[in-house]
């Protein structure tokens, strides 16, 4: 049983900045990357970001370029998200899961993910 655990959601206002991680216990497992998907009320759950242990790639939406900074650490199975210039539209459910595959296109899609954690809840009011 391999459990991730998000934590560092809450109630922002728009600008503000939050940070949430991310991390593994239970039986220790292996993974090629880690990534954050969200998810709307009402919406689909889309991928955010992913960073890849080897090489230390990340990978964004292009609605969180320029704000969003993934960053983790694969000995401690332990991946953080930092959100700066906060928006409304980023509001949702954040989720964080691992991956053993490693190809840029299976990275942004959520069936090739292996591990998901409970979600934590971001709220961006205006």
């Known amino acids: 049983q391999v459990d991730l655990v998000e934590s560092g959601g809450g109630l922002v206002q728009a600008g503000d900045s939050l940070r949430l991680s991310c991390s593994a216990s239970?039986?220790?497992?292996?993974?090629?990357?880690m990534g954050w998907f969200r998810q709307a009320p009402g919406k689909e759950r889309e991928f955010v970001a992913a960073?890849?242990?080897?090489?230390?790639?990340?990978y964004y939406v292009d609605s969180v370029k320029g704000r969003f900074t993934i960053s983790g650490d694969n000995a401690k199975s332990t991946v953080y998200l930092q959100m700066n210039s906060l928006k409304p539209g980023d509001t949702a459910v954040y989720y964080c899961?691992?991956?053993?595959?490693?190809?840029?296109?299976?990275?942004?899609?959520?069936?090739?993910?292996?591990?998901w954690g409970q979600g934590t809840q971001v709220t961006v009011s205006s």
């Open positions: 899961a691992a991956t053993k595959v490693g190809s840029l296109y299976s990275l942004q899609v959520r069936r090739y993910y292996d591990y």
């Open positions: 239970g039986r220790t497992f292996s993974s090629t990357a």
């Open positions: 960073i890849r242990w080897s090489g230390g790639g990340t």
